[in-house]
Nanobody, 122 residues
Framework: QVQLVESGGGLVQAGGSLRLSCAAS????????MGWFRQAPGKEREFVAA????????DYADSVKGRFTISRDNAKNTVYLEMNSLKPDDTAVYYC???????????????WGQGTQVTVSS
């Protein structure tokens, strides 16, 4: 069992930056592929970014390419989402997710955090 805890959300002005963190419990963190998703009010949860356990591959939603960067530190059992040039449309609850077997853009990850709110003001 893996527990995921997100942090780093908050209120930021458009054009600003935030870095989200997701700390994982347990051992062997490097075997878990990790993803970030978000859900805005009244909308379905959507894929944001994902990174393989090794860290050697990452993928992004078109809406965040060039602005967001996913990374991980396996020694610290933590995955990050660096968000730059934030827009009001990025406002959402951001969730991290992990799976030892699944890597992709849908919600088939096994473990989920509780979410952290990101609000971007115009």
């Amino acid at each position: 069992q893996v527990q995921l805890v997100e942090s780093g959300g908050g209120l930021v002005q458009a054009g600003g930056s935030l870095r989200l963190s997701c700390a994982a419990s347990g051992r062997a963190f490097s075997i878990y592929n990790m993803g970030w998703f978000r859900q805005a009010p009244g909308k379905e949860r959507e894929f944001v970014a994902a990174i393989k356990g090794s860290g050697f591959r990452s993928d992004y939603a078109d809406s965040v390419k060039g602005r967001f960067t996913i990374s991980r530190d396996n020694a610290k059992n933590t995955v990050y989402l660096e968000m730059n040039s934030l827009k009001p449309d990025d406002t959402a609850v951001y969730y991290c997710a992990g799976s030892a077997w699944y890597y992709g853009i849908d919600s088939s990850y096994d473990y989920w955090g509780q979410g952290t709110q990101v609000t971007v003001s115009s």
